[in-house]
């Protein structure tokens, strides 16, 4: 078949200030192919995006489409080419219906959402989909949420769309959905620009794959003549061993004892309900479910920061021997107790750090109560800071740069960093490579398997499987705040855990209970 | 007595209407505008100096009813929405904080008209008081009833059209859709290919005129074309009155209704602290935002984007 152009991009440049985030970046995109953008974080994949969908404007160079060279000044021009993008942050209005943001911004005929309505439920069935234009947006889960946004980019007559990383928020089952989906939009004749980390999502759906490395173009090779080992190393530059290391736990004993803990929010809907487990020294335990399934409360619970129906959290001191019960004991209580306990939320710049502080300030945070003097004493922190930069190669220009100014891989090893320096006992991370590069990634598989070696206990909050499989020695599968299933991580199967994940009492397919789950 | 007690409610209310409505669009396009006090009084002091100006070239005797009407409308429109424009290159254009450009407009907006007005005699404009107050002719025939709904100057009748009016353009129309979109996700609007800046502007514009016209309302009608160093009060009051009534222009005309009843209930219950009395309106505000915090609503929220700026390639 004769392969025609739908897109092309010459010599894009585009620079922050002083950080360049795309330079010479040269791409092209035929029509009826989904094309991939590999890269790691920071290597310019969505700023490039940005620039065909109008949000930003090149510096220099050229945009064609269908041969003709065309200047995007706005997402209304990219619209007008039938260029449409799904963002990796829904850019949705939440007290909306499916419906008003689908018809946001168009400016066509009448307004009548009536008529609006019909056409949404006439695209969603025709490429498959699953959709009430009437149902508001913050009553939405997640995939419900993508749909619309799909949807939405199609409504408009879009030729070519772009999704930025659309599998991150997505069940195995929900985005085998979603392939299907583009897979259908594919032969329909249309081109789709999907931006992944995912190599085996890479391999699985696409039919071309451009890399990028650090802002630049360095090749584009078809899909089917490629395999995982030869786009990593296009993608960093040099060979990175895929498996995780994963030593033998040693001595291990019980640290953290949790039972029957039972919790349920302001609104009263069940959060967490009857969890037990134990948590070892010396190993790490990963903690797998859907995004939203309780992972966050069940680490907040831990650590002090919400307040369970029931339950027990009990500690085995490791120097005295003795238990130590946590539960309803506020974070500073647990600290007043010898419980050396470490948290680094998923929410980095949030609950983590504060962004507009600097290195030493951040460091400040976690000693401020130190010492006798009315006077803070900055020493410390400082050195802790320099320390830190150096030994986790954190890229900053210095200890008093504010750390939002950082990206996510340096600010992740900032918060990391400080937290493994107080020496806990337990450290429980949620998330912690999310939005990180491979080799950011690896730093902190590393640094989490230094701890564990040490004898620290780890909770280990994930999305991907396979790096859950990877790292972990046993695998804590919980599913609408209930334990499923606790798997060792030596022999665990991606489809089993995925599976626990999705399970519920009701003999219902897997599939579409974990769409009305979330 | 009642008939006196409401007429004067509603007559006091449609002022706050004004402000209410005005800030309510301002609000929907993200911009919490706390200058509406200020506006609410360079408002008056544009209306009152345009009429003044207007009797001083035709002479007193030769003014045309229907001109001393109007001129001073659009006068105080114009006035007010101009401190809109300046609120805006402030805090869309330089990227100002909106809190302290708006407390800083309040204050700006006070002085202003309280120069302004001084600069012309009372007697120039406050005889035009008479054409705003005029309700409907056959009024007096219908007793009580006719009173009550069709004696009111014309402000009170334009208040409630614009409330309306602004009502159906937010749910039935896609400008309004478009607004709401700007102050709920400012990014998500401008990702749908909507001016951001444009309706920021705009809303924020007519929502001062609006407001401003409040001012004037204030002085015309309810205080017959005397000036009191109280306008500010109003803009305070309205607000209130645009949490009260959950960013509902619809809504507001009963809002405001109740809010001039409670704010006049002193001169009708004797033998009370009147300081305390003027205080309810707020104490029920208060009650509002506890229980629509409590149940929790997401449509009874302020726009999510109330109160951020927004800049399109902020990383």
């Not at chain 1, 419900?144 to 069940?171: C, F, M, N, S, W």
């Not at chain 1, 410390?380 to 891989?409: C, F, H, M, Q, W």
């Not at chain 1, 695998?475 to 399970?503: C, H």
Request: hydrophobic share 40%; charged share 20%; proline share 3%.
């Amino acid at each position: 078949m004769e392969k025609t152009v739908a897109l092309e991009l010459r010599h894009l440049t585009k620079t922050f200030g002083s950080v360049t985030a795309n330079k010479n970046v040269d791409l092209t995109v035929y029509r009826g192919e989904i094309l991939a953008i590999l890269g790691e974080n920071g290597s310019g994949k969505t700023t490039l995006m940005n620039m065909i969908s109008g949000l930003y404007y090149p510096d220099s160079g050229h945009i064609l489409i269908g041969g003709e060279e065309v200047v995007i000044g706005s997402p209304k021009d990219a619209f007008r080419y039938k260029i449409g993008m799904v963002h990796q942050h829904f850019k949705l209005v939440d007290v909306f219906s499916a419906a008003e943001n689908i018809t946001l911004g168009m400016k066509d005929g009448k307004f009548n959402l009536k008529e609006a309505k019909k056409k949404i439920s006439e695209t969603a069935s025709r490429y498959g989909f699953l959709l009430d234009p009437d149902k508001r947006v913050y009553q939405m889960s997640v995939s419900e949420k993508q749909t619309v946004e799909i949807v939405k980019v199609l409504y408009r007559g879009a030729e070519i769309l772009i999704l930025d990383e659309p599998t991150a928020v997505l069940t195995p089952q929900e985005t085998e959905k979603l392939f299907d989906v583009l897979r259908r939009m594919r032969d329909d004749g249309k081109s789709i620009i999907i931006i992944t980390h995912k190599l085996h999502e890479v391999l699985a759906l696409t039919d071309r794959v451009a890399v990028l490395r650090k802002g630049e173009g360095v090749g584009t090779v078809n899909t089917a003549e490629t395999n995982e080992a030869e786009l990593t190393e296009l993608m960093v530059g040099k060979k990175v061993s895929l498996n995780i290391e994963r030593s033998e736990p040693k001595n291990c004993v019980d640290r953290l004892c949790v039972s029957h803990l039972t919790l349920t929010d302001r609104e009263g809907r069940k959060i967490l309900s009857d969890i037990s487990f134990t948590a070892r020294s010396g190993e790490i335990l990963g903690i797998a479910g859907i995004a939203g399934s309780g992972q966050r409360e069940l680490l907040e619970t831990v650590a002090g920061l919400q307040k369970p129906d029931a339950g027990a959290i009990s500690y085995l001191d490791p120097t005295t021997g003795e238990t130590v019960n946590l539960l309803g004991k506020t974070p500073v209580q647990i600290r007043d107790l010898g419980v050396r306990l470490s948290f680094v939320p998923e929410d980095r710049l949030g609950m983590g750090l504060v962004g507009n502080m600097n290195i030493i300030d951040n460091m400040m945070l976690r000693s401020y109560r130190k010492g006798r003097s009315a006077f803070l004493n900055r020493k410390d922190p400082k050195n802790l800071a320099e320390r830190i930069i150096e030994s986790l190669e954190i890229v900053t220009p210095n200890a008093v740069t504010p750390v939002r100014r950082l990206s996510g891989g340096n600010v992740q090893k900032v918060l990391v960093g400080r937290e493994i320096a107080s020496s806990p006992t337990v450290l429980m991370v949620a998330y912690p490579v999310r939005g990180l590069d491979i080799n950011s990634s690896y730093t902190i598989y590393n640094l989490l398997n230094r701890q564990k070696e040490s004898g620290v206990s780890i909770l280990f909050v994930g999305e991907d499987l396979d790096v859950l499989i990877g790292l972990c020695d046993r695998i804590l599968v919980i599913n609408s705040g209930r334990v499923t299933g606790i798997v060792d991580g030596r022999n665990a199967e991606k489809g089993e855990i995925g599976l626990l994940m999705t399970m519920t009492e009701s003999r219902r397919n897997p599939a579409e209970e974990g769409r009305e789950k979330q | 007595m009642i008939i006196n007690f409401i007429f004067s409610a509603v007559r006091l209310g449609m002022t706050l209407l004004f402000g209410s409505t005005g800030e309510t669009i301002t609000e929907k396009s993200g911009h919490l505008n706390l200058g509406i006090p200020g506006i609410m009084c360079v408002g008056a002091a544009c209306g009152c100096v345009s009429e003044a100006l207007y009797t001083g070239a035709v002479g007193q005797g030769n003014a045309n009813r229907i001109l001393a009407v109007l001129i001073p409308i659009v006068a105080s429109f114009l006035g007010a929405a101009f401190l809109g424009v300046i609120y805006s290159f402030l805090t869309v254009t330089l990227r100002a904080n909106q809190n302290v450009t708006g407390l800083a407009l309040t204050t700006f907006g006070v002085g202003v008209a309280n120069y302004l007005i001084k600069t012309v005699e009372i007697i120039k404009y406050s005889y035009a008081s008479s054409f705003f107050t005029a309700g409907f002719p056959f009024a007096a025939k219908l007793g009580g009833f006719g009173k009550l709904f069709f004696s009111y100057g014309i402000m009170v009748y334009l208040a409630i059209a614009i409330a309306l009016i602004t009502s159906f353009v937010f749910n039935k129309t896609r400008v309004g859709l478009h607004l709401r979109a700007v102050g709920e996700n400012p990014a998500t609007a401008d990702a749908a290919g909507i001016n951001v800046t444009a309706y920021r502007y705009l809303a924020t514009m007519i929502g001062s005129g609006i407001a401003g016209l409040g001012g004037l309302c204030y002085v015309m009608d309810n205080l017959n074309g005397n000036w009191e160093y109280v306008i500010d009060a109003m803009g305070w009051l309205s607000i209130a009155l645009v949490i009260f009534t959950v960013w509902k222009p619809s809504l507001g005309i009963l809002g405001s209704i109740l809010f001039g009843a409670l704010y006049i209930a002193s001169n009708y219950i004797s033998g009370t602290n009147k300081a305390l009395l003027n205080m309810l309106p707020y104490v029920v505000t208060i009650l509002v935002l506890i229980t629509t915090s409590i149940r929790n609503k997401k449509e009874h929220h302020p726009p999510a984007g109330l109160g951020l700026n927004y800049y399109r390639e902020e990383r």
